[in-house]
C-alpha cells in the first residue's frame, strides 16, 4: 500500500497527506478499524461518533470492507442533522449513513438522530450520549472551517451544551448544494441539530478526512491560524490524539506550512 506523499504534526495533530482521495479514504479507513479492533479487544463495547458528506464516501467504505471486527459489539451515533427535512428524506444525514455504513455493517446499536420538536431531540439525544465516554469520531471539516455544524458564528470552544439548535451560515449552506446534496441554495435547510465542539472533543481518538480542492482554504486556516472559533477546526490542534488525512487537492503544494 503507497505511503503518503508527506507526514507532519502541526502541534499535536497528525497530519497525512496522500495523493488522491481514494488513497486517503483507504489508509484513513484503515487506520480507524486497527483503533476499533484494538478497542474491542480491551473492551466490551466501543461508542463511535459518525459525520455524514461525500468526503467520508472512500473511508466508510473502506472501514465497512474491513473484516475481524465484531459491530455487535459496537453503538453507533451520527453528529448532525438538518432540522424540517421529511423523515424519509434521502438528505438527511441519517439515511446516508444507514447506506454507507449501518445497513452493510450492522452495528449493535445505533442511534439515530430523530425527527421532532428540536428541544426535545436535544435533550434525548444528549442523553444517550452522556451514558458512557466516547471513544472514536470520525469526522470531515467543512468549506468554512466547520466541525460538525458548527460553523465559525455559532462554533463554541466551552460550549456547556451536548447538542444545541444552530442557524446554518450560508456559506455551509451552499457546501451543501457543491457536494451535490441540494440541486440548488433555497432547498437546503436553514437551521440544524448538532452536536457541540466540547463533546467531539471529548473522545478519545478523532479521525478526520478532508479531501478535495474546495477544502484547500479550509485546510490552510486549520493548520496556520490561531486556535480560533472563526476556524473552529483549528481546535483539532489540541486534541491530544487527533489524525487529519488529507489530498493533494485539498492540502496543496507539499512544502506548505
Known amino acids: 500500500m503507497s505511503l503518503p506523499l508527506l507526514n507532519r504534526r502541526c502541534e499535536n495533530l497528525s497530519v497525512q497527506v496522500f495523493a488522491d482521495r481514494r488513497q486517503m479514504g483507504r489508509h484513513a479507513g484503515e487506520a480507524a478499524a486497527a483503533c476499533l479492533r484494538n478497542r474491542l479487544s480491551a473492551q466490551d463495547n466501543v461508542r463511535i461518533i459518525f459525520a455524514a458528506a461525500p468526503s467520508q464516501n472512500e473511508f466508510l467504505a473502506t472501514l465497512a470492507a474491513a473484516g475481524d471486527i465484531d459491530w455487535s459489539r459496537v453503538t453507533a451515533f451520527h453528529m448532525d442533522e ?6 424519509d428524506s434521502p438528505q438527511r444525514f441519517s439515511h446516508y449513513l444507514k447506506r454507507h455504513l449501518f445497513d452493510i455493517v450492522r452495528p449493535g446499536q445505533v442511534h439515530l438522530i430523530p425527527t421532532g420538536d428540536a428541544g426535545r431531540v436535544c435533550r434525548e439525544y444528549a442523553a444517550l450520549i452522556s ?37 446554518l451560515d450560508p456559506v455551509c449552506r451552499q457546501q451543501q448544494v457543491n457536494d451535490g446534496c ?21 473522545a478519545s481518538r478523532l479521525f478526520c478526512m478532508v479531501p478535495g ?45
Open 182 to 202: 441540494f440541486g440548488e441554495i433555497n432547498a437546503v435547510p436553514t437551521h440544524a441539530l448538532t452536536l457541540t465542539i466540547p463533546t467531539l472533543m471529548a
Open 131 to 167: 451514558r458512557a465516554p466516547v471513544d472514536m469520531v470520525c469526522l470531515g471539516v467543512g468549506e468554512n472551517g466547520h466541525l460538525a455544524f458548527n460553523d465559525p458564528p455559532v462554533a463554541d470552544f466551552h460550549d456547556p451544551a451536548i447538542m444545541k439548535v444552530v442557524a
Open 82 to 87: 438538518y432540522i424540517g427535512l421529511p423523515a
Open 213 to 257: 480542492s474546495s477544502k484547500r482554504a479550509a485546510v490552510r486556516a486549520m493548520l496556520a491560524l490561531p486556535v480560533t472559533t472563526a476556524c473552529p477546526a483549528t481546535v483539532l490542534r489540541t486534541h491530544p490524539a487527533c489524525s487529519l488525512f488529507t489530498d493533494v487537492d485539498a492540502y496543496g503544494e507539499l512544502t506548505h506550512g
